[in-house]
């Protein structure tokens, strides 16, 4: 018995003492966001994953996924270390249970941060203190391309790698479009990422196609495409009576669409039509009086 407190006293010893990396290219590179979710965490340094890219997933978020021949292969990101209890956080908010992402321990190359004050502060801290800072990009782009050769050099050689926790998914690995309420998120990641040291030029190449992408532009009706038209009923009232279902309503909030027809087929077609379903597919509503017949053309 005594034996077993000890082991587990030892264990506890091992969780508070040895560091755990985590390594964050997505929205918790925004430290606001990672102090919330994980407020044991600390800021360490830049970090930087080789032999992956940077994607938008079909669940529109954000993954690595191996690179291949041609394509960027490496990825940057912030260093965190975080307690047992933030990871189980990580756990919940990246949807491991819903298999969503993958826990995988990755080598990560380790780079000193932009901003030195800000290297093993805690998260909470650091994202105030950033909140305050402009973003300079020659402090950390230009001044550190410019350094002498053995200077280039010496930090080649002295490159660290850590192994790092990273949430990445095999199972929703194909590239997709970012959902609309994630493109703010990233912005702010954005933000942060700048100041903290990541390079812009990385940014352009791998996030910045991908997160500030263009709304589509509607589809135009083309010469030799029929104008889509709509049938409308009135909700059907307490009497049940059928010839009152079927009256047009005056009032726009009563209309129901049936469906959307060409304006070749005629009026009896969508008037036999069985089922209204839900309203608001953008389009707008028409009244068609019930008759046989092909529908009047309009004058033009």
Not at 175 to 199: Q, V
């Amino acid at each position: 018995m005594n034996d077993m407190i000890t082991s587990m006293a030892s264990l506890g010893a091992v969780e508070r003492t040895v560091p755990n990396y985590y390594f964050a290219f997505g929205s918790n590179m925004c430290l606001t966001q990672m102090a919330s979710r994980c407020p044991g965490s600390t800021v360490v340094a830049k970090g930087v994953l080789r032999g992956h890219r940077w994607q938008i997933n079909e669940r529109g978020v954000a993954n690595v996924v191996p690179s291949k021949s041609g394509e960027p292969s490496f990825v940057e990101g912030v260093l965190f270390t975080v307690s047992f209890k933030d990871i189980r956080t990580l756990d919940r908010s990246e949807g491991i249970s819903k298999q969503f992402y993958d826990k995988t321990w990755l080598p990560v190359e380790v780079e000193t941060l932009a901003i030195d004050a800000l290297e093993n502060e805690k998260t909470v801290i650091a994202a105030k203190k950033l909140d305050l800072i402009k973003f300079q990009p020659k402090l950390h782009t230009e001044q550190r391309h410019e350094q002498q050769p053995e200077a280039r050099q010496r930090e080649r050689e002295m490159v660290k790698e850590v192994e790092a926790l990273v949430y990445r998914s095999s199972r929703y690995s194909k590239d997709g479009r970012i959902r609309s309420e994630y493109i703010k998120r990233m912005e702010s990641a954005i933000s942060d990422s700048l100041k903290l040291g990541i390079y812009e030029s990385y940014l352009r190449t791998s996030l910045y196609p991908v997160v500030f992408v263009k709304e589509p532009e509607p589809e135009q009706v083309g010469p030799d495409q029929p104008e889509l038209n709509y049938i409308v009923r009135k909700p059907a009232q307490a009497s049940g009576n059928h010839t009152e279902q079927q009256e047009a309503s005056a009032d726009q909030s009563e209309y129901q669409i049936i469906e959307r027809w060409p304006k070749e087929l005629s009026e009896n077609h969508l008037v036999d039509h069985p089922y209204a379903h839900n309203r608001g597919d953008g389009g707008k509503y028409k009244k068609r009086r019930q008759h046989q017949g092909p529908v009047p053309k309009k004058s033009r």
